[in-house]
């Protein structure tokens, strides 16, 4: 299995490093594909993401657990890495303390969400890359 430092460009690995917006797509059932801005982190093998398992996207990776992000650097908006993956697996997180760590890491309060309850994270493992 290749792992992400076989996939992830070196002198890219800052986009995935640094607390920027992350264009997640992720294929609807019938096809087509849904992106959405979202907050994320790398932790060296994955990139994270909190969600819900109530909201479309989660119902995506569950159905086909392919997925792309796009992030740009806002101080040179023609670089950017685009990363492909497959979601590797969920973990429970009733207590929000991702999203807590998420907020956190992107300048927030740092408050339980409201739907903490129904809070997971997702772990895409990184398969494949495209960088400008």
């Known amino acids: ?28 059932r019938d096809g087509t594909v849904q992106v959405e801005p979202m907050w994320f982190e790398f932790d060296g093998e994955f990139i994270l993401f909190t969600h819900t398992s109530k909201r479309q996207k989660y119902r995506n990776l569950m159905a086909n657990p392919a997925a792309a992000l796009s992030v740009n650097d806002p101080d040179a908006p023609y670089r950017f890495l685009e990363v492909r993956g497959v979601l590797d697996h969920v973990d429970l997180d009733p207590e929000g303390a991702f999203y807590r760590q998420l907020a956190r890491r992107y300048g927030r309060a740092d408050q339980a969400p409201p739907d903490a309850a129904d809070r997971v994270i997702l772990y895409i493992r990184p398969t494949a890359t495209a960088k400008q």
């Open 1 to 28: 299995m290749t792992t992400a430092d076989e996939v992830i460009p070196a002198d890219y690995r800052d986009l995935l490093e640094r607390p920027l917006y992350g264009h997640l797509a992720t294929v609807r």
